[in-house]
């Protein structure tokens, strides 16, 4: 069993950066595809980052060049860091885990076990 908890969400104005966090818990984070996903009120959870277990990273085109992944393996914990912010990255942000982290399915929903919580974003205008 995987248990993830994400943290460092909140209120920041356009053009302004944060860090998330997701901390795991049984399961090493260098031995798993962690991805970063996202759900605005009304819509569906999209993908946002992944770093596959091979130290791979993925991201969704809308935030390419503002966000990267990356890992601290001593921590155990998979960070999203979040530049440029804009009013369309509102959010409720979650963290999920998978051991397998097939390529072609990485951006999909149901390619994840294991969830956070969530942790909530908001751009200000």
């Known amino acids: 069993q995987v248990q993830l908890v994400e943290s460092g969400g909140e209120l920041v104005q356009t053009g302004g950066s944060l860090r998330l966090s997701c901390t795991a818990s049984?399961?090493?984070?260098?031995?798993?595809?962690i991805a970063w996903f996202r759900q605005a009120p009304g819509k569906e959870r999209q993908f946002v980052a992944a770093i596959r277990w091979t130290s791979t990273t993925h991201y969704t085109d809308s935030v390419k060049g503002r966000f990267t992944i990356s890992r601290d393996n001593a921590k155990n914990t998979v960070y999203l860091q979040m530049n440029s912010l804009k009013p369309e990255d509102t959010a409720v942000y979650y963290c999920?885990?998978?051991?397998?982290?097939?390529?072609?399915?990485?951006?999909?929903?149901?390619?994840?076990?294991?969830w956070g919580q969530g942790t909530r974003v908001t751009v200000s205008s």
């Open positions: 049984g399961r090493t984070v260098s031995s798993t595809t």
């Open positions: 999920a885990a998978t051991a397998t982290g097939i390529l072609s399915t990485i951006q999909r929903v149901s390619a994840y076990n294991y």
